[in-house]
C-alpha cells in the first residue's frame, strides 16, 4: 500500500498553502478579540484534540473507547483537516517511532531538523506502509480515508471560503499554521534535555517531559511519561503535572 497521504509531496504542498494563505490573510484581514478568540479556539481543536487526543491517544495507542461513535468521528475530523496525513499514515509514523526510538529507523529523529520545522516537506518517512504496525486500521473506512484524504481538506477548505474568506482564514489557515509549527518543533524537541526532564530514564531514549509543549498541546508535553506508559489514558504522572486532555478523554470514553 502506497503511503500517499502523509508523503512528503502531500503534506509538504499542504503546509506550503496553509503557510503562504495564513502570510497573505495576515495583512488582509484585522485582528481583534473575536479573530484571536476564534483562531485560539480552533488551534486548540486541530492540535490538541485532533492530533494529540485522536490521531495519537485513540487511534495510534488505543487508550480509551468512546461512549458515542459520531463523536469519535467528529473529533477525529480535526485531525483529518490539520494536513498532517490521513490515521493510517499519522499513526504508521508515530508507532515505529515508539518501535525504534532513537535509533536509525525512528522516523520522528531521522527526518527532523530546525529546517523542517517550517519546511516539513523535506522529511520523507518513507511511501510503502509496514502492515503489520497498522493491520488494525486495514479496514475499508481507513483505506478510503487515505485514498481520499486530500479531497476532505480540499472540499472542507473550498466551502469555508465560499461560505465567508474570513471563516476559511480563522478556523482553518492560521490555527492549522500555528499547529504545524508547534507539533512540528514538539517532534523536533521532544527528544531534547535542553527543555526537559526525565522522570524515568529506564525508557532507555531521549524523551522528555516539557511545561511549554504541555501547555501549547494541553498535556502532549509529558512526553517522557508517555513512553513509559503509551497506552495510558493520561501522560500525567507527578501531582503537579497537568493534562487537560485527560479531563476531556473522560468526558466522551466509556
Same mark, same amino acid.
Given at each position: 500500500m502506497k503511503y500517499l497521504a502523509a508523503s512528503p509531496?502531500? /503534506?509538504?504542498?499542504?503546509?506550503?498553502?496553509?503557510?503562504?494563505?495564513?502570510?497573505v490573510g495576515f495583512f488582509y484581514f484585522d485582528f481583534s478579540v473575536l479573530e484571536i478568540t476564534t483562531s485560539t479556539f480552533f488551534y486548540a481543536m486541530y492540535s490538541a484534540v485532533g492530533l494529540g487526543m485522536m &490521531?495519537?491517544?485513540?487511534?495510534?495507542?488505543? @487508550?480509551?473507547?468512546?461512549?458515542?461513535?459520531?463523536? $469519535? #468521528?467528529?473529533?477525529t475530523l480535526f485531525g483529518l483537516l490539520t494536513g498532517r496525513g490521513s490515521i493510517i499514515? #499519522?499513526?504508521h509514523v508515530h508507532r515505529e517511532h515508539h518501535a525504534f526510538s532513537d535509533t536509525e529507523r525512528d522516523p520522528h529523529i531521522t527526518n527532523m531538523s530546525l529546517l523542517k520545522i517550517? /519546511?516539513?516537506?523535506? @522529511? +520523507?518517512?518513507?511511501? /510503502?506502509?509496514?502492515k503489520r504496525l497498522i493491520k488494525d486500521l486495514l479496514t475499508k473506512e481507513h483505506i478510503d480515508m487515505n485514498k481520499y484524504y486530500l479531497l476532505i481538506i480540499v472540499t472542507w477548505v473550498v466551502a469555508l471560503f465560499l461560505i465567508n474568506p474570513w471563516l476559511a482564514y480563522f478556523t482553518w489557515f492560521l490555527p492549522v499554521f500555528?499547529?504545524?509549527?508547534? #507539533? +512540528?518543533?514538539?517532534? &523536533? &524537541?521532544?527528544h531534547s534535555t535542553h527543555i526537559g526532564y526525565q522522570t524515568f530514564p529506564e525508557t532507555n531514549d531521549t524523551s522528555t517531559n516539557s511545561w511549554l509543549y504541555s501547555i501549547l498541546i494541553l498535556g502532549e508535553g509529558w512526553h517522557n511519561n508517555h513512553h513509559? &506508559?503509551?497506552?495510558? $489514558?493520561?501522560?500525567?504522572? $507527578?501531582? #503537579?503535572?497537568?493534562?487537560p486532555l485527560h479531563w476531556v478523554i473522560k468526558l466522551v470514553s466509556k
Open positions: 509531496l502531500t /503534506v509538504g504542498i499542504i503546509n506550503i498553502i496553509v503557510t503562504l494563505g495564513t502570510i &490521531y495519537h491517544r485513540f487511534w495510534t495507542h488505543r @487508550s480509551f473507547e468512546f461512549k458515542h461513535q459520531s463523536v $469519535k #468521528w467528529l473529533l499514515g #499519522w499513526v517550517f /519546511v516539513p516537506m523535506f @522529511s +520523507n518517512h518513507g511511501e /510503502v506502509i509496514n500555528l499547529t504545524n509549527i508547534v #507539533w +512540528n518543533s514538539f517532534i &523536533y &524537541y521532544g513509559k &506508559y503509551p497506552h495510558k $489514558k493520561t501522560t500525567k504522572e $507527578k501531582f #503537579w503535572e497537568i493534562d
